[in-house]
């Protein structure tokens, strides 16, 4: 074995459990890919000594015969899941300095999998942002460059993708509210895997928008993803939304027999002037459903074009309300100008605190909910959501599982974007529907562009089937056989 | 639907507690414009029927038991406070 | 009670009253968390990381809160909202963690109800409730600990209470006295809020207008948490004289949030408050609808106990006690509860009225003086029933049990031992009485014949020559019965 860093999570788990290799040992090999990572500005937080730890802690697992998927295994944290004791700051510069006195259920679920915690990585500002340009402790860069050009990893999950990609870990926590897992996963070649909304407890979860957030995974194959997310997944009573569903071994829905399935191809997924390479991607993985078995149905979403545009409103709504506990007083950032009362705290902390971005937000999310524009922006946008959701589970009466690109293009060069917000949301054309409508969702590695950056195909299923959509990302991912990686020029 | 201009701009600011400053309010407001003008294709659509959806999950809110299962642990709730005094979060002084 | 008018020097002005009641919810741990919501522990140590809308914390309802309110909307004969939601009432001060209440806005869980308000000799009023929502408590603010800083403590932070909105329908500051009060005595009978304003668990916001009777409403101000029912009338009075004397100077009422302030005995403008206020309600994702079935609200309905209105109404029809006294009696629960205690154990419903009576003269007057409730009486209703007992079956007269009370109440001891101790029976012994009956007879022959010639009320006279003679422990029931024959000859 040369490189313990390129290994599988199922492969590790499978040596693990042999005795073959030790969780101190491969452990240790990722402190030391962390550490030559620095180039990437994926973690903002290393934790060499706690990993350690818990690498021994989980040998001690394993020898005791309690080895679960992820005992053993180091992963990186999405700087959005609080971890106690461990500066959690959602990269955003309001929570400078905080170090949580909790742990959020998903991280707490991995730790008592005996996973192991390599430290917090880089994303968008709360999560608010598709190129991860939106951070304050700066952009992550992508392992995958356009010739020698950077390109971004995608948002807001950049440094999970980035450090899974570039094999700095095993596995990442993320986190979708509007495609922030699937997104960087395409623009990656890393698998991500967002469940259904309700299947990830949101408790220790810093909140953007709550009706929409939902933890998961990337990985660097299927089955990861399914070890993984099983590890993470499962009800909470410290959270509201968490639904009492029992959670299923996901690695065993990967069958690959997806004979007599119904495979829906929404034909409003088709927009004018998306690159051909895209469009030709998706028709491969057309074909591949049928080589597999599937039977292809076109289908269609009505509302489909309408979604960018409501997330847009109900998004910067629940944000607005959500980030007004940043305000000087409990934790995090505090400016107060000289003279200053209360109120003038709060503006100047708030002000030097938050990002453009996130202030944009804030601010387009308190304008639609206020006196007078309620109902004709945010009201509106609730029933429009509502039109959404329906659309799919017409859909799913006609299909089983829904195949569509993940991005409208593949990875882009840094300052592309940034200049122009709407171009910017326009990356979640495709992965916004289905977190508005709260459903599973899965973007798969499944080809190269001209400029051998990797572009993924997405898998939406019907509600609590994440086995489907995990089953019928592993045809693809095997269907696609894709060898290249990035030729870590960061070493 | 609305054209916002820079004194919305400064409510708006206002009202989210943001300080805004004085040149910053007209390109802000140039921004917000764009943003709103697109979203109001959702007038386009037409909801006389539907009911708003406000979350994902179909099911009622689950209830707790009512018992003391929280709280004393002023230290963890204070730790993270940039000024905490006695016991007491500190704030500038608020005049009513 | 005459309509209730304010003299203008231009003629009468009608004064239109609604109230917006915060109750806090009588629960062990807080509407979204698992802390205690006891008054008075050390700042912020009964806060939980929820109650301090730390990054990423989430609310969980506590059902007992919901089951409280429903509890309440019926003991008000209100509606029932088998549905309701959950809104976030956005707005910005340090004692408010979140950036937002949790209150319910377009979906409350009690619709319409009323309140029948007793307005003293028998007469009665009823005022709407428009709705009963639930909804977090804020922490508390200090601003005068410290020179430079407000001092901010979660405890309360996020402790249920249930806003109980009026509907415009009061008319005087008595009537506003008297919702407040049936109000408090309601919610106290049934458990779902102390009622104690001086501790603020029972707050009160007042809507204040005035019009010339029979026109539209006038537009109102609202005087902030008030804190006792006196200030509440008191602020209305000065409050629509304010009001009127604009109007008569041909000035414009400004809808805004005011402040009475008791020691000034004006209200006044509370502008910091009021600025530019715009609470952006939207239903609050982090929870889902409250929703209950018709066995919970049945439940609920089971779990109460005889309301106020129906004990009095019972009281006076069943048990024969004045409207009076029945209405003292059921104003606190622990009066009643007292009450019906001493009877019970009396075991004679017929000496219903009689017992009233006792409670409200007797017991009521020492414990006044005293400065005792009734809860802290130390003559409980055993004791009372026993000393009852002791009038009724006349071993000793109503003026010897007067005594014998007091010194119940001194030194509570039992009204028998007393008695015993100090020789109180009153001589009920026929022969013995009359013995000294016909001895008095004799020595006063003049008043023998006053009688006889028709002048009865003598009788009087003989009646208290026995006393004398017997040191005041003859039974006067038996001597009238034995004086009326020997008088008559
Ligand atoms: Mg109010
Ligand atoms: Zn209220």
Not at chain 1, 24 to 35: D, M, P, Q, S
Not at chain 1, 175 to 201: L, N
Not at chain 1, 330 to 359: C, H, Q, S, W
Not at chain 3, 247 to 266: A, S, Y
Request: with cysteine; net charge negative; hydrophobic share 40%.
């Amino acid at each position: 074995m040369t490189d313990l860093t390129k290994l599988k999570i199922s492969e590790a788990r499978d040596l693990l459990a042999k005795g073959e290799l030790s969780a101190r040992e491969l452990t240790e090999a990722h402190i030391t890919a962390v550490e030559g990572f620095d180039a990437l500005n994926a973690y903002i937080v290393q934790t060499p000594e706690k990993a350690l730890e818990m690498a021994d802690a989980a040998d001690a697992k394993i020898k005791a015969g309690e080895q679960k998927g992820m005992t053993g295994i180091p992963v990186g944290i999405k700087d959005l899941f609080c971890t106690k004791g461990v500066e959690t700051t959602a990269c955003s510069h309001i929570l400078n300095g905080f170090k949580p006195e909790y742990e959020s259920t998903v991280t707490q679920n991995l730790w008592d999998d005996g996973a192991v915690m390599l430290g917090k990585l880089n994303m968008d500002e709360f999560a608010m942002g598709s190129s991860n340009e939106t951070s304050y402790y700066g952009p992550v860069k992508n392992p995958w460059r356009k010739g020698d050009v950077d390109t971004v990893p995608g948002g807001s999950s950049g440094g999970s993708v980035a450090s899974v990609a570039g094999f700095a870990a095993m596995g990442a926590t993320a986190s979708d509210t509007g495609g922030s897992i699937r997104q960087p996963a395409s623009f990656t070649g890393t698998f991500g895997i967002k469940p259904t909304y309700g299947r990830c407890s949101r408790y220790g979860m810093v909140a953007f928008a709550s009706s929409l957030d939902q933890a998961g995974t990337i990985t660097r194959s299927v089955r990861d993803g399914a070890i993984m997310l099983e590890s993470i997944s499962g009800f909470d009573p410290k959270d509201s939304t968490s639904i009492d569903m029992a959670v299923p071994n996901f690695e065993a829905a990967l069958t690959g027999d997806i004979r007599g399935m119904k495979v829906g191809i929404p034909q409003e997924y088709h927009l004018a002037g998306m690159p051909g390479e895209i469009e030709a991607l998706w028709h491969k993985g057309i074909e591949w459903m049928k080589e597999a078995g599937a039977e292809v149905v076109d289908i269609n979403l009505p509302h489909t074009k309408y979604a960018l545009p409501t997330y847009y409103i109900v998004a910067p709504a629940e944000a607005s309300s959500n980030l007004a506990r940043y305000d000087g007083v409990r934790y995090g950032l505090r400016e107060t100008p000289e003279n200053g009362g209360l109120i003038d705290m709060y503006e100047a902390t708030r002000a030097a605190g938050f990002g453009d971005e996130v202030k944009r937000r804030i601010m387009i999310g308190t304008y639609v909910l206020s006196a007078g524009y309620y109902d004709a922006y945010y009201l509106k946008a609730q029933k429009v959501r509502q039109l959404i959701s329906d659309d799919f589970a017409r859909a799913f009466e006609q299909c089983d599982v829904i195949l569509t690109p993940t991005a409208p293009s593949a990875a882009f060069a840094f300052g592309e974007k940034t200049d122009d917000p709407l171009a910017m949301y326009l990356n979640d054309v495709f992965t916004v529907p289905a977190s508005l409508a709260g459903l599973p969702g899965s973007s798969v590695p499944a080809g190269l562009d001209a400029d051998g950056l990797p572009l993924g195909l997405q898998v939406l299923g019907k509600p609590w089937d994440e086995e489907t959509v995990l089953k019928v990302s592993e045809v693809i991912e095997k269907a696609a056989a894709i060898t290249a990686a990035p030729n870590e020029w960061w070493r | 639907m609305s054209e916002i201009d820079k004194a919305t701009v400064a409510k708006i600011a206002r009202l989210s507690r943001i300080k805004i400053e004085e040149d910053k309010l007209e390109p802000l407001a140039g921004e917000l414009n764009n943003i709103l003008g697109w979203v109001e294709q959702l007038g386009e659509v037409n909801t006389d029927t539907i009911e708003p959806m406000a979350s994902p999950v179909n099911a009622k809110l689950r209830w707790r038991d009512d018992v003391i299962n929280d709280g004393d642990k002023q230290e963890s709730v204070l730790k993270n406070a940039a000024k905490a005094e006695f016991g007491f979060f500190a704030v500038p002084k608020v005049i009513e | 009670m005459s309509e209730y008018r304010i003299q203008g020097a231009t003629g009468d002005f009608e004064v239109v009253i609604g109230l917006e009641v915060h109750a806090q919810v009588i629960s062990k741990s807080k509407l979204f968390s698992g802390a205690a919501t006891e008054f008075g522990a050390e700042p912020n140590s009964q806060v939980s990381l929820v109650d301090a809308a730390m990054p990423g914390m989430l609310p969980t309802i506590n059902g007992e809160c919901v089951r409280q309110a429903v509890r309440t909307g019926l003991a008000l004969g209100a509606q029932i909202n088998k549905f309701s939601v959950f809104d976030r009432k956005n707005y910005f001060y340090a004692d408010l963690p979140q950036g937002y209440q949790i209150s319910q806005f377009k979906h409350p869980v009690v619709g319409e109800g009323t309140i029948l308000l007793d307005l003293g000799d028998g007469k009665t009023k009823e005022v709407g409730v428009e709705r009963i929502h639930l909804e977090q408590d804020a922490g508390k603010s200090m601003h005068d600990q410290h020179p430079q800083f407000t001092y901010v403590d979660l405890n309360r932070s996020g402790v249920a209470l249930m806003e109980i909105v009026s509907k415009p329908d009061m008319r005087s500051p008595e009537e506003a006295g008297a919702y407040l009060t049936k109000l408090r005595t309601i919610l106290r009978y049934i458990g779902t809020c102390d009622g104690n304003m001086e501790q603020g668990s029972m707050r009160a916001d007042v809507n204040v207008s005035v019009r010339r009777p029979g026109e539209p409403l006038g537009t109102r101000c609202e005087i902030k948490n008030v804190n006792s029912i006196r200030f509440v009338r008191q602020a209305i009075e000065v409050e629509a004289r304010r009001q009127v004397d604009i109007l008569e100077d041909g000035g414009e009422i400004d809808q805004e949030t005011r402040l009475f302030d008791p020691n000034k005995g004006e209200t006044r403008s509370m502008r910091s408050k009021e600025e530019a206020h715009d609470y952006r309600y939207f239903p609050d994702p982090d929870l889902l609808p409250v929703e209950f079935d018709d066995a919970f609200v049945d439940a609920a309905r089971e779990s109460l106990p005889e309301l106020p209105d129906d004990k009095r109404k019972r009281f006076v029809d069943d048990l024969g006690v004045s409207d009076y006294n029945a209405s003292v009696l059921v104003a606190e629960k622990e009066n009643a509860d007292y009450f019906e205690e001493l009877l019970a154990k009396l075991g004679n419903a017929d000496m219903a009225k009689k017992a009233s009576n006792w409670v409200i003269s007797d017991l009521f007057g020492l414990l006044n003086k005293a400065g005792k409730t009734i809860s802290e009486s130390p003559v409980s209703p055993e004791q009372g029933a026993e000393l009852l007992g002791l009038i009724e079956d006349g071993t000793i007269s109503g003026r010897t049990a007067k005594d014998v009370f007091e010194e119940m109440f001194e030194t509570g001891k039992n009204a028998a031992v007393i008695v015993d101790e100090k020789g109180l029976k009153q001589v009920s012994d026929t022969g013995e009485l009359e013995k000294i009956i016909d001895t008095i007879i004799a020595a006063n022959p003049g008043q023998v014949e006053q009688y006889r010639a028709g002048k009865t009320k003598l009788i009087g006279f003989f009646v208290g020559q026995v006393m004398k003679e017997t040191g005041g422990a003859a039974n006067p029931g038996v001597v009238n019965k034995l004086l009326q024959p020997k008088l008559d000859g």
